[in-house]
């Protein structure tokens, strides 16, 4: 049986890789959802996953922190179960970071959440995997 657990080591948190991301990262959208993702090698960072990743959702499009943290759990949740989708990544030896940010102005339920982020997990994965 698959591990479905999220781990923190998957959570990107440090500044300093969130900072290169952004500068360097390649952006691709599956409405809702935009990525930017970049792929970096497994030995560069100490963490030993296959991606490591970050949820966006800014208050200029979903005003209410009650919107904000239900989009953020259906966004997660749509992760955690979609994520071996990035398996042939990992098989590389790579680790792909990831930024998931919310471009829609309202609230999507959480089949299209989880339509986009399959559309977005494996167009990572194949562009990644082509390189």
Known sequence: ??????????KLCSKIEIERLYAKGTSIIAYPLRGVYLAVPADDNTHPVAARFLISIPKKRIRHAVGRVLLRRRTREAYRLNRELLAPVASQG????????????????????????????????????SE
């Not at 049986?1 to 998957?10: I, V």
């Not at 977005?120 to 994965?125: Q, Y």
Request: aromatic share 10%.
């Open 1 to 10: 049986m698959a591990n479905f657990k999220l781990f923190k080591s998957e």
């Open 94 to 129: 790579k680790t792909v970071l990831i930024g998931f940010n919310w471009v829609a102005n309202d609230e999507r339920d959480y089949a299209t959440i989880e339509r986009s982020m399959r559309d977005l997990l494996g167009k990572i994965a194949t562009t990644i995997t």
